[in-house]
């Protein structure tokens, strides 16, 4: 079945270093990817999407590049901000319209 | 233009008790999905519709749970009667293509 790995939180970093989240999916056919973000006391948000292999996505800082051969879409930082905290969630879709399928989240915690 | 809107944003019931939740989604958006998030995991499909019709119910506890969405628009979400488990939030998202977006969602506490 569909499925998504994400790394263990939590992350625990310094403002302006180097945030790599790590995620991994098992899918038939050709899903499209995404990260989402729960900011503290909101909703989730789209935070990037690729709808196939080697399209990156990025978004405020972030980028997410479709590694097929791999089955990964790590997520990137280069400089994190206090901002930047908060909960990400790496998820697959295999058709447009289909339920979302999300890994089971990676806190992130910057300190300055 | 508004977002997808929930209510309530917190409920607290005894066990036993029955509980709903509305959502309205984003105008125009036909496909509608309920999700539930218990502490420390990802979101997790109950339902989807396309517009009114419910087309996959297969994470829907049938025996508790039930939903509809009258005139492909609005939804609620029913309980009945809540257990302990039950304890979690309740998400509700549309799209109108491959962009899913949220509510700030119904956080369910059973005592």
């Known amino acids: 079945g569909n499925s998504v790995t994400q790394m263990e939180g939590p992350v625990t970093l310094s403002e302006e270093a180097f945030l790599t989240i790590n995620c991994t999916y098992t899918a038939t056919g050709y899903p499209s990817l995404f990260w989402y973000v729960q900011y503290p006391g909101e909703g989730l948000q789209l935070l990037l999407k690729a709808t196939k292999a080697d399209d990156k996505g990025s978004n405020k800082g972030f980028e997410a590049t479709y590694r097929k051969e791999t089955t990964s879409f790590h997520l990137e930082k280069g400089s994190v901000q206090v901002s930047d905290s908060a909960v990400y969630f790496c998820a697959l879709r295999n058709q447009a319209g289909t339920a979302l399928i999300f890994g089971k989240g990676t806190t992130l915690s910057v300190s300055s | 233009e508004a977002g997808v809107v929930q209510s309530p944003r917190y409920k607290i019931i005894e066990k036993k008790q029955p509980v709903a939740f509305w959502c309205n989604p984003i105008s125009g958006h036909n496909t509608l999905y309920w999700y539930r998030q218990n502490l420390g995991q990802g979101p997790e499909l109950l339902i989807r519709?396309?517009?009114?019709?419910?087309?996959?119910d297969s994470q829907l506890p049938k025996d508790r749970f039930s939903a509809e969405r009258l005139k492909g628009v609005d939804s609620t979400l029913k309980i009945q009667p809540a257990e302990l488990g039950d304890s979690a939030v309740y998400l509700c998202?549309?799209?109108?293509?491959?962009?899913?977006?949220f509510g700030q969602g119904t956080r369910l506490t059973v005592v």
């Open positions: 519709y396309e517009n009114e019709e419910a087309v996959d």
């Open positions: 998202a549309s799209s109108l293509a491959n962009e899913a977006f």
